[in-house]
C-alpha cells in the first residue's frame, strides 16, 4: 500500500513558521501531482497549494499566495510546504495528497496522509 505520513505541524504564534514535510512510501510518487490540502473544524477540505511532477509548476489558494511555498525532493519522494507569516485562520489539520489528475478537487486524489495539526495563536 501506499503511505504518507505527514510531519511539522505544531503550534506557532501569529507571524511565525513552519515547515511540514510529507514522506511518501510503497511506490515512487514522482509521477504524480503532490498537493497540500487543510481542514478546520465544521469546514470542508481545502486546497492549499500543488506542485507537478519536475516542481516546475505550482499554484496556490489565493489565501495563501505569496505566504506559503510547496516543494518536492522525488528522490526522497517527499513535499514540502514552507509557511510563513503565519495567521490565526491558518489553523487547520494539513494533509498532503497524490493525483495523476491535474486539479483542484479532493475526489482527484488517489492518495492522502494521516494530517497533521497546525495551530496559529493571535
Known amino acids: 500500500q501506499v503511505q504518507m505520513v505527514e510531519s511539522g505541524g505544531g503550534l506557532v504564534q501569529a507571524g511565525g513558521s513552519l515547515r511540514l514535510s510529507c514522506a511518501a512510501s510503497?511506490?515512487?510518487?514522482?509521477?504524480?501531482?503532490l498537493a497540500w490540502f487543510r481542514q478546520a473544524p465544521g469546514k470542508e477540505r481545502e486546497f492549499v497549494g500543488r506542485?507537478?511532477?519536475?516542481?516546475?509548476?505550482?499554484d496556490y489558494a489565493d489565501s495563501v499566495k505569496g505566504r506559503f511555498t510547496i516543494s518536492r525532493d522525488n528522490a526522497k519522494n517527499t513535499v514540502y510546504l514552507q509557511m510563513n507569516s503565519l495567521k490565526p485562520e491558518d489553523t487547520a489539520v494539513y494533509y498532503c495528497?497524490?493525483?495523476?489528475?491535474?486539479?483542484?478537487?479532493?475526489?482527484?486524489?488517489?492518495?492522502w496522509g494521516q494530517g497533521t495539526q497546525v495551530t496559529v495563536s493571535s
Open positions: 495528497a497524490a493525483s495523476t489528475y491535474y486539479s483542484v478537487d479532493p475526489v482527484e486524489y488517489a492518495y
Open positions: 510503497g511506490r515512487t510518487l514522482s509521477s504524480y501531482w
Open positions: 506542485i507537478n511532477r519536475s516542481g516546475g509548476s505550482r
